[in-house]
């Protein structure tokens, strides 16, 4: 299997192909070309210079590289193509299994606002909102008064908080709206944006979903994701506090009768907002593996890669999943970047002092890199996943808090500092969580 990603992401894949005894064949950028994982697989082949588009987004090469290694699948991991629904189709158009859904599935959901129709047709929850927008601001301001302000601004193409932009007034909206669409043109090749009412203080709480190709579809409980910095998370937890377990058991049962109307066919994440007062409502679909997919593996005992590839490979759900899964203790997820602390800007540099602890049962490290190399500006800066894993709450964010605090990095700024005071803030502690709370967390 062709392993097309790199860092974290690509660590993990080859673990798992490992484990299941499935040769692995590793592509690397020159920046990459001392990560550890590298060593790993079977293979590992150069694609070409650090910039993305000359490496990673170069569909050409990533299926001459799966040609020549006669490789019979490839895993896109998360980021990069994992969601384009045109170099899923070249996949399997070139005789490869694609790991992940059918590439219909992708476009289905990777437009956003036909996500929305498609789910809400369906009857899932769906907050209110609107199509793509036309360029007439006089459509604009008559779409957001329909809705009520104030409303989110959304590219309907993009993803990772790109474009999103709050209006509470028809003053800021239409100037806000081309904003947007400029940051989506730019960051997506796509200028759609769509209108959604935006809910104060939501919590993001998503649903872990696994198909098989045979219409079988089951959900292996949640995640909340709430603290978020510019709209991408920073860490995750799983069971989400102080929701209650019938309200996601409900969801959960609503998700899964949803994915075997419309045909989903292998691993995937139904995100949701619940406001304040525990409604519930669709936000989006990802397609693919997820960054904080350890937090679930943490607390059910289930190996998601490893499932995600059984059942690309045409397995049974039966087969692959026990019949009876139940979430076990509470796992808490921190991303480390190399950033900014307090501004959250990129710091490239040299790794002169990585050192992190080693994987146990109740604490998982993944990471992408090693002591000596160069975190570059041309990728995602994040360094590595902190997973901890407790009877309860309490017990994974104290041992979160441990292991943060016994980390070693040099020669790059990271968000370690950051992290610490949000597991160390009362209101996280509380379970008081909600998307705005990193912005009232103060250094």
């Not at 210079?49 to 699948?73: C, F």
């Not at 409303?151 to 193409?157: D, L, R, S, Y």
């Not at 619940?274 to 997820?290: A, K």
């Not at 104290?398 to 992290?419: R, S």
Request: net charge negative; proline share 5%; hydrophobic share 40%.
């Amino acid at each position: 299997m062709l392993v097309a990603n790199r860092g974290a992401v690509a660590a993990r894949v080859i673990r798992a192909l490992r484990e299941l005894g499935i040769g692995s064949v590793a592509v690397y950028s020159e920046a990459d070309a001392t990560a550890p994982y590298l060593d790993e697989a079977d293979e590992a082949v150069c694609i070409g210079p650090p910039p993305a588009r000359e490496s990673y987004l170069d569909q050409d090469r990533l299926l001459a590289v799966a040609a020549e290694n006669g490789a019979d699948a490839l895993h896109p991991g998360y980021g990069f193509l994992s969601e384009n629904a045109g170099f899923a189709a070249r996949v399997t158009d070139g005789g490869l299994t694609f790991i992940g859904p059918s590439a219909w599935l992708i476009e289905q959901m990777g437009e956003k606002t036909r996500a929305r129709e498609i789910m809400a047709s369906h009857g899932l929850p769906v907050a209110a909102g609107t199509g793509l927008l036309d360029g007439d601001g006089d459509n604009i301001i008559a779409a957001a008064r329909g809705i009520g302000f104030p409303v989110m601004i959304k590219p309907a193409g993009g993803g990772g908080g790109i474009g999103m932009m709050v209006a509470r007034d028809e003053a800021t909206l239409v100037a806000s709206v081309e904003r947007s669409r400029a940051m989506a043109e730019r960051s997506f090749s796509s200028s759609g944006v769509y209108l959604e009412k935006y809910i104060e203080r939501p919590r993001h709480v998503e649903l872990q979903m696994l198909a098989d190709r045979h219409g079988n579809v089951r959900h292996l409980f949640e995640r909340d994701c709430s603290v978020q910095r510019r709209h991408q998370k920073v860490i995750e937890e799983s069971p989400a506090p102080g929701v209650p377990r019938a309200a996601i058991e409900a969801m959960g049962a609503r998700a899964v009768e949803v994915l075997k109307r419309i045909g989903y066919d292998n691993i995937g994440t139904v995100e949701m907002l619940m406001g304040e007062d525990g409604q519930f409502s669709f936000l989006e679909m990802n397609t693919r593996l997820q960054v904080e997919h350890a937090v679930t593996e943490m607390v059910t005992g289930i190996d998601l890669v490893q499932a995600q590839i059984r059942a690309a490979a045409g397995q049974l759900l039966g087969t692959i999943l026990p019949d009876r899964i139940s979430v076990d203790g509470h796992a808490i997820e921190a991303r480390i970047y190399a950033e900014d602390p307090k501004r959250f800007f990129p710091s490239p540099g040299p790794l002169n002092s990585f050192r992190l602890p080693d994987s146990t049962a109740e604490c998982r490290v993944e990471t992408g890199y090693a002591e000596g190399m160069i975190v570059t500006p041309h990728y995602d800066p994040m360094l590595a996943k902190i997973i901890a894993r407790g009877d309860t709450r309490d017990d994974a964010i104290a041992q979160l808090v441990e292991i943060l605090g016994g980390i070693a990095i040099e020669g790059v700024k990271t968000n370690i500092p950051f992290l610490l005071a949000c597991l160390v803030d009362e209101r996280f502690r509380a379970g008081k969580v909600h998307t705005g709370l990193t912005g009232e967390i103060k250094l």
